[in-house]
């Protein structure tokens, strides 16, 4: 069992940036690849980003890629995204997922309640 909470969303301006936590709190996370996805209401949930157990390797949507920033701590059970360059289309709730580093939400067994993310123009 893994346990996920994300926290660090808010208010942003576009252009601005954010940093999403993830804390894991179970069994092994450092054992576990984790992704990051988004969704909107009366969208499906989009992939963000994804890391490999041991930040070896970093996957990531093109939408997001070259402004946004996967990265993992397993020494304190935390997964983030830095967010940067933020766009009023980033708005979302973002989640923080495991096992994984697909692109399909399908593929991910554990899931955190979400955190808002809303950009303004």
């Known amino acids: 069992q893994l346990q996920l909470v994300e926290s660090g969303g808010g208010l942003v301006q576009a252009g601005g940036s954010l940093r999403l936590s993830c804390a894991a709190t179970?069994?092994?996370?450092?054992?576990?690849?984790m992704g990051w996805f988004r969704q909107t209401p009366g969208k499906e949930r989009e992939f963000v980003a994804a890391i490999t157990w041991g930040g070896g390797e970093t996957f990531y949507a093109d939408s997001v890629k070259g402004r946004f920033i996967i990265s993992r701590e397993n020494a304190k059970n935390m997964l983030y995204l830095q967010m940067n360059s933020l766009k009023p289309e980033d708005t979302a709730v973002y989640y923080c997922?495991?096992?994984?580093?697909?692109?399909?939400?399908?593929?991910?067994?554990?899931w955190g309640q979400g955190t808002q993310v809303t950009v303004s123009s």
């Open positions: 997922a495991a096992p994984g580093v697909t692109s399909d939400p399908e593929d991910y067994e554990y």
């Open positions: 179970g069994r092994a996370f450092s054992s576990y690849a």
